[in-house]
């Protein structure tokens, strides 16, 4: 294999692998911040309990992030370095901004959030709290500034010619407002917060259904499943917006996502299918114009397809995308109809009463997760052969003298040191899980020092 | 060309990342340096002790090392791509260490099996070590230069990076970080731990000494370059001088046991020390041992004026932020190490 794809199953392995963790962060972070607030508003301490109990899970989740998270930008430089030359100028302000405006936000107040319980008071602590999740936040929008710049480039020109040549930036504030970075943005964020919620609906769910910490779960649950409720929701509009932008970017894209090849023809939607590439066609249960009218309101409107593109400038794998993007768009409506249903039943006062509800909020969990991974794959891979749209193809994009058996050795390097973070993530996850959140509290009133005392002859 | 104060942007970014540098430096240092002395340590309780003193701060001691990198990235993404393409292996090897220190230090406390706790422990030893030397690498790599071809790229073989020279200062930033670390720890311990940390430190100086020598000793011998700044502005030579000094005041103030003072100094030894090298390498960022055509300096490396006047306001907003809430935290957390239940 040559460096190129070696370089970029690296760089999607690492980057995959790494957005496991943050979306659930930040999901969980909104969890909390709604814990500690009703705490805070009503008093009440199982709030305090539950907050307590998924800042540990929070813990593991934003560690792992952060581990996995400082390859990348390694990585832009260790691999992609005629790339890091031609963006540099732009993308420096974005990721200089991340740094200093988000990460040292989130990081400074971690430590308080996760050791400062018996240190700092409750409305501190609830400050701090607000500062790791806005951390986090603010995060998303810097990176997703980025990546929506490689896909709608705005806000700058270019200088140099050929292997000198370099992007500059002129408008910052348009190189931030780029074109679909603010839909983007939406999208990835209530991608995050289904995340989180939906961790927080599996693990509660999977309580009541042992018949442990059930007025906790109760609590936690509904909490979770307003928040559910509302984002999908909102994702549908969300993704729509950001399909729509899409159409407008980057046709060659959507009609990848889409398998629509006739270059100026209405196009159909399909539910699911299987795109061929040589023959041109898509098997599968189409809504006839279905495209068309999601676009433009008319089934008959002419949509812009692949055959409208020269060969080098077209995805080059389009049932992957095709596939990624559609399971995508099930997962959501799927979530839709799972929140909406759980919700009626809430309303009827039989939430908690249906035994098999529960048993499929425990696995639900993999729904927003995998649709959050194979949106990202369908956006990256239908960006191709560009890393910055219409202006630096991905095989321009390499270090120069960065050699194929080096990039071997080092993706086998992560590959391996990957399956063991994950195992011990899952085995660290179910643990903390089956521990549970400590109700000790709740019971009886002793007093710090004789809680401290029990807690260091635990060690 | 904007200035500001005097300085042009490319300069005032070559300050702002060097002091990302020496900030990164003297945070990540004191718990690199923390884990690097980790073994020494025998008692269960001590090591879980030692591990909490960095419990709450490593993880935004490290950020410091992305925004420094960011920033490099952005100021001068010439460099940025040049160095890390051309020391692949060794920025691989620092991502695998990074990682497995930060697994280890998560997961170490979260089970009760001596064997799990002793694997972990030496991981994050190891790991710590090895992070130390890297950087050090990195830096002596730096210092006595790369063959740097055109278009910037590196054209040597992938092996290089371990030179005699690079070794040397790696092996001497592993030594400072462990004295760094040791005060930090001497900060933070009581009793018994506290009695060992202080002939730790005692020794760790003294090492530092030895291998510090050596490299000041190879660099007037076989690397000529990096003293022709100071031959042209003498005046200059004031900065090694305090650097020597404030060396020399560490072992004064370690057998004072006035140790809050030595990390303090340690401290100012490494802003020092980067100070030396700023002005042996400025404005050269990336020495070519191919052809001086092809140095990358911070002025053919710079991104536009706009993007770095950008920047620089980013910093100006941010900076007293950061500052302000690493403070916030540190304040938190002052005083001894007690054990609680949200510990590691």
Redesign the interface.
């Known amino acids: 294999m040559d460096v190129e794809i070696l370089s970029r199953i690296q760089f999607a392995f690492t980057v995959a692998f790494h957005y496991i963790y943050p979306p659930l962060s930040i999901g969980l972070g909104l969890i909390m911040v709604a814990l500690e607030g009703q705490y805070l508003r009503t008093g009440n301490k199982e709030y305090h309990v539950l907050a307590k109990f998924w800042t540990k899970i929070f813990a593991?989740t934003f560690?792992?992030g952060?581990?996995?998270?400082?390859?990348m930008?390694?990585e832009?430089?260790?691999?992609w370095?005629?790339y890091?030359?031609y963006?540099?100028?732009?993308?420096?302000?974005a990721?200089?901004?991340?740094?200093?405006?988000a990460?040292?936000?989130e990081?400074?107040?971690?430590?308080?959030l996760?050791?400062?319980?018996?240190?700092?008071s409750p409305r501190v602590h609830f400050i701090a709290t607000l500062?790791v999740w806005l951390g986090s936040m603010f995060s998303a929008v810097w990176i997703v500034v980025a990546n929506s710049w490689q896909q709608t480039p705005a806000g700058f020109h270019v200088v140099g010619e050929g292997?000198?040549a370099?992007a500059?930036?002129?408008d910052?504030w348009a190189m931030v407002f780029n074109p679909s970075s603010v839909e983007r943005l939406v999208h990835v964020w209530l991608g995050a917060f289904l995340a989180g919620a939906f961790l927080v609906l599996s693990v509660h769910a999977y309580y009541l259904l042992r018949n442990r910490h059930v007025e906790l779960s109760k609590k936690a649950f509904k909490i979770a499943l307003i928040v559910a409720t509302i984002v999908s929701l909102g994702q549908l509009v969300a993704g729509h917006a950001s399909a729509d932008g899409v159409a407008e970017n980057q046709p060659a894209k959507l009609a990848a996502l889409e398998g629509h090849f006739e270059a100026n023809a209405p196009a159909d939607m399909y539910l699911m299918g299987w795109v061929d590439k040589e023959s041109q066609q898509v098997t599968g249960i189409p809504i006839p114009g279905g495209l068309s009218f999601l676009l433009h309101f008319d089934f008959n409107e002419p949509v812009t397809g692949l055959n409208a593109f020269p060969i080098e400038d077209q995805p080059p794998a389009l049932n992957a995308i095709f596939q990624f993007y559609h399971f995508m768009v099930a997962f959501g409506m799927l979530m839709i109809g799972l929140t909406l249903y759980a919700s009626f039943q809430w309303w009827r006062g039989k939430l908690f009463k249906q035994r098999w509800l529960l048993w499929v909020f425990v696995f639900a969990v993999l729904l927003p997760n995998l649709a959050n991974q194979f949106g990202w794959f369908a956006a990256e891979m239908g960006r191709q052969p560009w890393v910055v749209y219409g202006l630096l193809r991905t095989s321009d994009a390499l270090?120069?003298?960065?050699?194929a058996n080096?990039v071997l050795?080092?993706l086998i390097?992560f590959f391996l040191?990957y399956a063991?973070?994950f195992a011990?993530f899952i085995y660290?996850l179910n643990?903390k899980i089956k521990h549970g959140p400590s109700e000790d509290q709740l019971l009886d009133h002793r007093s710090r020092h004789e809680?401290?005392a029990e807690?260091?002859g635990k060690? | 060309m904007a200035t500001l104060f005097g300085l042009d942007y490319p300069t005032l970014w070559f300050l702002v990342i060097g002091g990302l540098f020496s900030g990164y430096a003297i945070l990540d240092g004191f718990d690199l340096g923390a884990g690097a002395l980790h073994l020494f340590f025998k008692k269960e309780k001590s090591r879980?002790i030692a591990l909490n003193a960095v419990?709450?701060?490593w993880?935004?001691n490290?950020?410091w090392?992305?925004?420094a990198?960011?920033?490099l990235?952005?100021?001068?993404?010439?460099v940025?791509?040049?160095?890390?393409?051309?020391m692949?292996?060794p920025?691989?090897l620092?991502?695998?260490f990074?990682?497995?220190r930060?697994?280890s230090i998560?997961?170490r406390?979260?089970e009760?099996m001596k064997w799990w706790r002793k694997m972990w422990d030496i991981s994050y030893s190891v790991a710590s070590i090895a992070l130390s030397v890297l950087l050090g690498v990195v830096l002596g790599n730096v210092l006595i230069g790369i063959e740097i071809g055109p278009?910037?790229?590196?054209?040597g073989h992938?092996l290089e990076f371990l030179n005699p020279y690079a070794l040397l200062v790696g092996v001497t930033t592993l030594a400072l970080f462990s004295t760094h670390g040791a005060l930090y720890l001497l900060m933070k311990t009581e009793g018994r731990l506290y009695a060992k940390l202080s002939i730790l430190a005692r020794r760790a100086i003294i090492f530092f000494i030895v291998t510090f020598s050596l490299v000041t000793l190879y660099t007037l011998i076989y690397i000529p370059h990096l003293t022709d700044r100071f031959k042209d502005l003498p005046w200059l030579f004031i900065v090694p001088v305090l650097a020597f000094l404030s060396i020399a005041n560490i072992p004064r103030l370690i057998s004072r046991r006035r140790f809050r003072d030595g990390f303090i100094f340690s401290a100012i030894t490494m802003s020092l020390l980067l100070v030396v090298v700023a002005i042996e390498l400025y404005p050269v960022m990336l020495l070519s041992t191919v052809d001086e055509a092809y140095n990358i300096t911070i002025y053919n490396a710079a991104?536009?004026e706009?993007?770095l006047g950008?920047?620089l306001t980013?910093?100006a907003i941010?900076?007293p932020?950061?500052l302000a809430?690493?403070a916030?935290?540190f304040w938190?957390?002052r005083g001894k190490v007690e054990?609680?239940?949200?510990?590691y």
Request: no cysteine; glycine share 12%; hydrophobic share 55%.
């Open positions: 593991l560690g792992i952060v581990a996995t998270g400082i390859v930008e390694f832009f430089g260790t691999n370095a005629t890091s030359r963006v540099g100028d732009v993308f420096g302000s990721l200089a901004a991340e740094g200093i405006f990460f040292a936000l990081s400074g107040f971690l430590g308080v996760l050791f400062g319980w018996n240190r700092v500062g292997l000198d370099r500059e930036i002129t910052f270090s120069a003298s960065v050699q080096q050795f080092s390097m040191i063991l973070l011990l660290m643990k809680e401290m807690a260091a060690f | 879980r419990g709450p701060v993880d935004g490290e950020v090392l992305v925004i990198g960011g920033a990235f952005a100021g001068f993404p010439v940025y791509a040049s160095l890390f393409s051309g692949y292996i920025f691989m620092f991502l695998l990074l990682i497995f930060a697994i998560e997961f406390s979260k009760e278009q910037g790229n590196f054209q992938w991104s536009s706009k993007s950008i920047m980013i910093a941010g900076t932020l950061v809430y690493t916030f935290v938190t957390f054990l609680d239940e949200t510990s």
